[in-house]
């Protein structure tokens, strides 16, 4: 499997190969290895950090921001968004 993929570590964005065989990746257009660890880990295990509103009772205010904390699997962030469109809140916080 081969994919093409652009580092965001820094901000040279560099376009790099990703290739996986049975049980080796190579990495190859990576200007340094923080570029090649992001791309292995993109290639075994994407994930991503999640932003979104939950809806509150409040006209004055009818959603607020939230995000998570730490970086969710990508295959995740679907059931994520299905519980946080449950959410409601109904009691006033400080932001």
Do not use: H, W
Request: charged letters at 30%.
């Amino acid at each position: 499997m081969q994919k093409q993929i652009i580092c965001i570590i820094c901000p040279r964005g560099c376009v790099m190969t990703v290739k996986k065989n049975k049980e080796e990746i190579t990495v190859e257009g990576n200007a340094c290895n923080r570029g090649k660890d992001f791309a292995i880990l993109e290639m075994t295990d994407p994930k991503r950090s999640l932003t979104s509103t939950v809806k509150t009772a409040f006209k004055d205010c009818p959603v607020l921001p939230v995000r998570t904390d730490y970086d969710l699997p990508k295959d995740l962030i679907g059931k994520a968004m299905e519980e946080i469109n449950k959410i409601v809140v109904t009691k006033k916080v400080k932001m």
